[in-house]
């Protein structure tokens, strides 16, 4: 087998680079095993008129990685447009969020056509494309007006909301139909394949029976593949990193103290303000905790043109401040704020540093945050993760303390409650995460995806013709 693997973003495989996402660090270890092909976005622009791609090669691993330069003219509208101020602001139900014109849609269109010209050249007989997330929703559909015959795949890597709320990204219906031009559609959880399912009801009219919708593209397969992690990878360098001069620093500045920890994207989806709230409302409601715990926030910014971002930096700043003033001392801050990324080893060492990990997002796909942060424990003196009910990751990790995120009194409880869990219920409830994130590791992922897509071009070998246009 040939396979190509497409995403916007990807990671370059060296240790010490700040991570920018879930996908592109999930995806790279997999792709340097497995040899695969890794085509995405080498981050710079093409100017004039020549749409014509060139990929830049690189070596990772046993796997190759091809860097496309995408075309200047369209990539603001492609990525910041109708990407990030349209489809991400609907598929995290925040269609108050949606900022659009239909030039972005034009040049989201046209960047999928480019990249599905650029994948051309690494087609070979037996190839199978997999597509990533909600950037190449119509990369599909552009490949078989190519002549691609190949089977091709995607994974949504973010939720599907509910049909009310895609209704209202413009468009969304041409969208959902190019999809099903893909022989495998891949969900995080149950939820959003039902979501799905109820929108190519609604809107197309069509069938989903046992996870299969017929249409006039052929038959696409709606199925669920939970991501995972390197569990014990990502363990090993969690200890390994206790040497590293960031983590003993952090250490050796905390004297006793109990530190809580949450790593995201400084993004709406997040709910970094309603956990920076239950901190101040936990400190309020337990003043015993004061110099006692402290919370260490990294907010890697992201996406910062947008306007929608830039106001949430601001008003994360003002929060993070007035809750340093009010419950502050001239030698303990209570909120330790970094607006930085960090490299992957670092990460797994200051994970492993903090007693409480904090993942409280309103929406999320599935957030391998909370999955590193359970990995990355000491097991014989692990920490608690508190975890959003609206992550995928709840779906699996429900010996986390699983909370809602906008019930305010009540995380601050359970954070409180997460920093004063005796030694035998950590170790218990730590132990049947970490089966869980052995079971359903990222090498299962990768292989279960690829298995039902490979099987399912067999069944359709075998079943009739398309239906009609
Ligand atoms: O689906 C989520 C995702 O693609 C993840 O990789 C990551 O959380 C984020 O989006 C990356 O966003 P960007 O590439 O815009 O920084």
Known sequence: MNLVVVSNR????????????????????????????????????????????IAQIEQIGAGALALLDLPAAHYAGYYEGFANSALWPALHSRSDLIRVSHDDYN????????????????????????????????????????????????????????????????????????????????????????NFSACIRADLCLQVRDGIVKSRHGRTRLAVFPIGIDADKFAASAAKAASHPDVSRLRRSLHGEKLAIGVDRLDYSKGLVNRINAFDR?????????????????????????????????????????VNGRHGEADWTPIRYLNKGYGQGVLAGLYRSAQVGVVTPLHD????????????QNPVDPGVL????????????????????????????????????????????????????????????????????????????????????
């Open 10 to 53: 990807v990671a370059r495989g060296k240790a010490n680079e700040p991570m920018t996402g879930g996908l592109a660090a999930a995806l790279l270890p997999v792709v340097e095993n497995s040899g695969a092909v890794w085509v995405g976005s080498s981050g710079r622009l093409r100017d004039g008129a020549q749409m014509e791609p």
């Open 107 to 194: 040049s989201y269109r046209e960047v999928n056509a480019f990249v599905a010209r650029a994948l051309l050249r690494f087609q070979k007989p037996d190839t199978l494309f997999w597509v990533q997330d909600y950037h190449f929703l119509s990369l599909g559909a552009e490949l078989r007006t190519l002549g691609v015959k190949s089977p091709i795949g995607f994974f949504l890597h973010t939720p599907w909301p509910a049909r009310s709320v895609i209704d209202s990204v413009p468009n969304h219906r041409d969208l959902v139909n190019a999809m099903l031009a893909y022989d495998l559609i891949g969900f995080q959880t149950e939820d959003d394949r039902e």
């Open 282 to 322: 936990m400190w309020t409601m337990h003043p015993t905790l004061l110099r006692a715990a402290s919370l260490l926030q990294i907010a890697t910014p992201s996406r910062e043109s947008i306007e929608a971002y830039g106001n949430l930096q601001s008003e994360v700043a003002r929060l993070v401040s007035d």
């Open 365 to 376: 796909g599935m957030n391998l945050v909370a999955k590193e942060y359970v990995a990355a």
């Open 386 to 469: 508190v975890l959003s009910k609206f992550a995928g990751a709840a779906n699996e990790l429900d010996s986390a303390l699983i909370v809602n995120p906008h019930d305010i009194d009540r995380m601050a409880r359970t954070i409180a409650t997460a920093l004063s869990m005796p030694l035998n219920e950590r170790r218990m409830r730590y132990e049947i995460m970490m089966a869980k994130l052995r079971r359903h590791s990222i090498q299962q992922w990768f292989a279960d995806f690829i298995e039902v897509l490979q099987d399912n071009e067999a069944q359709e070998a075998g079943e009739s013709e398309p239906l009609p246009a």
